[in-house]
């Protein structure tokens, strides 16, 4: 019986694969309570590290025997400390979360969504610890495309070196708030092209190919093409371009998810991007094939993740049961987005200033921009 490491990749795996996990977490209750994991198949309780380094007697009645026991901290110390204090009073084998929660919070974990045309194949990259989504598009001949991409690109590089695929394309559906884009990385290493909605790069450092309405991207060969089609639907941002994939998906950024609809406010015009959020969400996608598999750049409740590993749903049944899909009137609906924000998103400001290329902070300060949960959604 032994103290052991568990990844953050190995964390997510067994958070996807529904395995049994008990957490001791020994972060403050104040960051317990604002950001922690969770998983169908995860119970965690909470006991500061104060509390606990004069001995774990007090916790050991508390932790059960039938299930797997890790304990994680904010970045690994503290947690590999108690669980040897557990280790040592039990004779048990006992995990500590290697880098902590700082480790979780970057974690992406793979998963495919099906095949596309022409022998392509689409994949999803959930990120746990945040709740964000982004996606590989990558064609027969390995050409490769990604939407709204997360700051840990060495994933993605590995990814796309297992598949021996070419990344030609990287578009972010808007200039995001809540997480630091890597598509200028991924341009600087692979030659991809950068595509950007123009209404959100007014301010933007950097060159950029405008992603406009009607846009069309291809990937692989000749008589093998994947199309990514830009369909312009602002209201989270006055940029906002959704993207779809192959006729089959439609990836809405942060216009519409699985269970809530886009915030209008983080760029302080709720009041005036909120009845563009009504056009895009009422009207263009009213008039898409409803059909279409929706791709969200967020979820907020591990409720939305499958047995797959996946999030998405066809837009005709988020408009049967997407509460933010209801409203007839628009007054209602206004009341409902306005009355309803969320709290802002952590350094929201200084995360769209990184993006547009006015700062460029330090490794360790881009993380700590971005923990906690995404707050991109209206919520009750």
């Not at 047995?307 to 509460?323: A, I, T």
Request: glycine share 8%; aromatic share 8%.
């Amino acid at each position: 019986m032994s103290l052991k490491a568990m990844t953050a990749n190995e964390l997510g795996q067994r958070i996807i694969g529904r395995k049994d996990l008990f957490i001791l977490d020994v972060r403050n209750e104040e960051d317990y309570k604002e950001w922690k994991v969770t998983g169908d198949s995860v119970t965690s309780i909470n006991k500061p590290y104060f509390e606990l380094i004069d001995g774990v007697e007090e916790i050991l009645g508390q932790l059960p025997e039938d299930k797997e026991l890790l304990v994680v901290c904010a970045k690994e110390g503290s947690s590999q400390f108690v669980a040897d204090q557990i280790v040592e009073a039990t004779g048990r084998d006992v995990y500590y979360l290697e880098g902590g929660m700082k480790n979780y919070s970057e974690d992406l974990q793979p998963v495919k969504l099906g095949d596309l045309s022409n022998g392509g194949e689409l994949y999803q990259f959930v990120r746990l610890g945040k709740g964000c989504l982004s996606y590989i598009a990558v064609a027969k001949n390995g050409d490769a495309a990604i939407v709204d991409t997360t700051r840990m690109v060495d994933q993605y590089g590995a990814f796309l070196d297992e598949k021996k695929a070419n990344l030609k394309h990287a578009i972010d559906t808007h200039l995001h708030a809540d997480h630091i884009s890597g598509a200028r990385t991924m341009r600087e290493r692979t030659g991809a092209t950068y595509w950007l909605p123009s209404k959100d790069a007014e301010e933007v450092q950097f060159d950029y190919a405008a992603f406009e309405d009607g846009q069309d991207v291809t990937i692989g060969a000749k008589g093998e093409e994947i199309q990514l089609k830009a369909v312009y639907s602002p209201g989270h941002t006055i940029g906002s371009t959704s993207v779809i994939i192959d006729e089959e998906y439609l990836v809405t950024g942060d216009i519409l998810f699985v269970e809530s609809i886009g915030r209008p406010d983080l760029a302080g015009k709720a009041e005036d991007w909120v009845g563009d959020l009504r056009q895009s969400l009422y009207v263009t996608y009213k008039n898409l094939d409803q059909d279409l598999k929706v791709l969200p750049a967020h979820f907020a409740k591990f409720d939305e993740v499958d047995e797959h590993g996946r999030v998405f749903e066809k837009l005709g049944e988020l408009f049967k049961k997407n509460e933010g899909l209801q409203f007839e009137d628009e007054g209602e609906f206004r009341q409902y987005v306005t009355g309803n924000l969320p709290p802002q998103p952590n350094s929201y400001q200084e995360i769209r200033q990184t993006n547009m290329g006015k700062i460029d902070p330090e490794p360790e300060e881009k993380t700590e921009m971005e923990i906690g949960p995404n707050r991109c959604a209206v919520a009750e």
